[in-house]
């Protein structure tokens, strides 16, 4: 079992830059790819970025790249989303999860998620 705490989230106007980090609980964090996804009012959740094991793949969906960098901490259970430049329509719940995977699947059929956090991006 792994719980997932995400953190970070909050009020930032456009332009801004935004820090979300996702605590994992185990000991075999390393062992799982971490993926942030979002969701917007109304909408479908979607896939933001993803990062395998190791740390060394990473994938973004179109509309964040440039713009967001996703990495991970596997000596501190953690995985980062660092969000610059950011827009209203990034304006979401973004949820932190993983997979015990050796691919990072850009499909919301992840084994754990976290609560979520709400990131608000203001014009």
């Known amino acids: 079992q792994v719980q997932l705490v995400e953190s970070g989230g909050g009020l930032v106007q456009a332009g801004g830059s935004l820090r979300l980090s996702c605590a994992a609980s185990?000991?075999?964090?390393?062992?799982?790819?971490m993926a942030w996804f979002r969701q917007a009012p109304g909408k479908e959740r979607e896939f933001v970025a993803g990062?395998?094991?190791?740390?060394?793949?990473?994938y973004y969906a179109d509309s964040v790249k440039g713009r967001f960098t996703i990495s991970r901490d596997n000596a501190k259970n953690t995985v980062y989303l660092q969000m610059n430049s950011v827009k209203p329509e990034d304006t979401a719940v973004y949820y932190c999860?993983?997979?015990?995977?050796?691919?990072?699947?850009?499909?919301?059929?992840?084994?754990?998620w976290g609560q979520g956090t709400q990131v608000t991006v203001s014009s």
């Open positions: 999860a993983a997979d015990r995977a050796w691919t990072v699947s850009k499909s919301p059929t992840y084994d754990y």
């Open positions: 185990g000991r075999t964090f390393s062992a799982y790819s």
């Open positions: 990062i395998n094991y190791s740390g060394g793949i990473r």
